[in-house]
T-cell receptor, first 112, second 113 residues
Framework: EAGVTQFPSHSVIEKGQTVTLRCDPISGHDNLYWYRRVMGKEIKFLLHFVKESKQDESGMPNNRFLAERTGGTYSTLKVQPAELEDSGVYFC??????????FGPGTRLTVL | AQSVAQPEDQVNVAEGNPLTVKCTYSVSGNPYLFWYVQYPNRGLQFLLKYITGDNLVKGSYGFEAEFNKSQTSFHLKKPSALVSDSALYFCAVKDTNAGKSTFGDGTTLTVKP
């Protein structure tokens, strides 16, 4: 069974540009989560989808971040315009229930 | 609100010695507790979890963790460390009714030969 995949693995952009991160969850997992780790600190929750609906988006830092999960399959996280403080590793996780979350390898975003 | 504390940024042990990585938590309801490991240039990998039942939980690669409700702790342990165990370890907690997990800052484990 394929695990959670994320694309790209690395992204380097300039301040003010737009970046879109993609996450493909494990097939059949209704729950999809986005997290990020900034500057070697703790992994912070961004938002939670159940199928295509946003269950909890309390962790989204501001309106420059937009997450979608059309059709309840893969998800995208767009940052527009990117700022320096958005640099970090963005993790996606999926789960068949509200139990164990299975994480992808992450996307390392660097904003210059 | 839920929170996790991993009081040690780094843990150093010699190969063959027992290891402990500490974690304490705070949650309003009954906790689900998890340990994840991140090897260099890799994603987070699930190690073990406590949901209910036996306080001693066994997981992957010979790791185990003990849930202690009175001390609100969930320390990760292994009887005999391997050099290959060197990695970054994260403790996480979630309320049974919550979707999101809250993570600690992570502890870097270094096992020296």
């Amino acid at each position: 069974e394929a695990g959670v995949t994320q694309f790209p693995s690395h992204s380097v952009i300039e301040k003010g540009q737009t970046v879109t991160l993609r996450c493909d969850p494990i097939s059949g997992h209704d729950n999809l989560y986005w997290y990020r780790r900034v500057m070697g600190k703790e992994i912070k929750f961004l938002l939670h989808f159940v199928k295509e609906s946003k269950q909890d988006e309390s962790g989204m830092p501001n309106n420059r971040f937009l997450a979608e999960r059309t059709g309840g399959t893969y998800s995208t996280l767009k940052v527009q315009p990117a700022e320096l403080e958005d640099s970090g590793v963005y993790f996606c996780a999926s789960s068949p229930n509200r139990d164990t979350q299975y994480f992808g390898p992450g996307t390392r975003l660097t904003v210059l | 609100a839920q929170s996790v504390a991993q009081p040690e940024d780094q843990v150093n042990v010699a190969e063959g010695n027992p290891l402990t990585v500490k974690c304490t938590y705070s949650v309003s309801g009954n906790p689900y507790l998890f340990w994840y490991v991140q090897y260099p240039n890799r994603g987070l990998q699930f190690l073990l979890k406590y949901i209910t039942g036996d306080n001693l939980v066994k997981g992957s690669y010979g790791f185990e963790a003990e849930f202690n409700k009175s001390q609100t702790s969930f320390h990760l342990k292994k009887p005999s460390a391997l050099v290959s165990d060197s990695a970054l370890y994260f403790c996480a907690v979630k309320d049974t009714n919550a979707g999101k997990s809250t993570f600690g800052d992570g502890t870097t484990l270094t096992v020296k030969p």
